[in-house]
Antibody
Framework: QVQLVQSGAEVKKPGASVKVSCKAS????????MHWVRQAPGQGLEWMGI????????SYAQKFQGRVTMTRDTSTSTVYMELSSLRSEDTAVYYC??????????WGQGTMVTVSS | QSVLTQPPSASGTPGQRVTISCSGS????????VNWYQQLPGTAPKLLIY???QRPSGVPDRFSGSKSGTSASLAISGLQSEDEADYYC?????????????FGGGTKLTVL
């Protein structure tokens, strides 16, 4: 079945970087764009950016420009999201979500990232 | 503050019909389709409605979506206790800084 499995929870200190992975299975990895969306505790959904697994092109939300990098490894059907210069406000659950052509129709289980000194 | 505006809460009794609104602008809802997501407590969001009014396979026809101008709505008829969740609208935005996806702030639906 189609699924996205994300890496486990992370605890980081302010100023550090975090890299979250999202492994896809059950479909042709390079045929669907992948979004990254985050959700701070008790808050709403926030779009971070999108990557084309086929060519690797990316588009990031202005808020994260310069701090976020999305990459992919086609040999393992995995996309990655790295966020640098972490601050407490980056504490959130990070989701990858496959774009089915019109919307995000498949979501990963989420990865909790906690930024704390 | 979210680009798309939703009421923070909504409520209804079992069997009732409730609607959730989502207001945007010409750069997002006015020129792109709207999607709706349901998020049950402690779980990842789930696609509920795409392209304004289309239901993915498996979504009951109690859920319906509509769009008019720069606003959209999600309607839930025959409300059930399992519908208690957070609901988010989303759309692409043709921002001057490049296209991006914008979400509403979410509406917490309580089934009384």
């Amino acid at each position: 079945q189609v699924q996205l499995v994300q890496s486990g929870a992370e605890v980081k200190k302010p100023g550090a970087s975090v890299k979250v992975s999202c492994k896809a299975s059950g479909y042709t990895f390079t045929s669907y764009y992948m979004h990254w969306v985050r959700q701070a505790p008790g808050q709403g959904l926030e779009w971070m950016g999108i990557i084309n697994p086929s060519g690797g092109s990316t588009s990031y939300a202005q808020k994260f420009q310069g701090r976020v990098t999305m990459t992919r490894d086609t040999s393992t059907s995995t996309v990655y999201m790295e966020l640098s210069s972490l601050r407490s406000e980056d504490t959130a659950v990070y989701y990858c979500a496959r774009d089915g052509g019109s919307a995000c129709n498949i979501w990963g289980q989420g990865t909790m990232v906690t930024v704390s000194s | 503050q979210s680009v798309l505006t939703q009421p923070p809460s909504a409520s209804g009794t079992p069997g009732q019909r409730v609607t959730i609104s989502c207001s945007g602008s010409s750069s997002n809802i006015g020129s792109n389709t709207v999607n709706w997501y349901q998020q049950l407590p402690g779980t990842a969001p789930k696609l509920l409605i795409y392209s304004n009014n289309q239901r993915p396979s498996g979504v009951p026809d109690r859920f319906s979506g509509s769009k008019s101008g720069t606003s959209a709505s999600l309607a839930i008829s025959g409300l059930q206790s399992e519908d208690e969740a957070d609901y988010y609208c989303a759309a692409w935005d043709d921002s001057l800084n490049g296209p991006c996806v914008v979400f509403g702030g979410g509406t917490k639906l309580t089934v009384l």
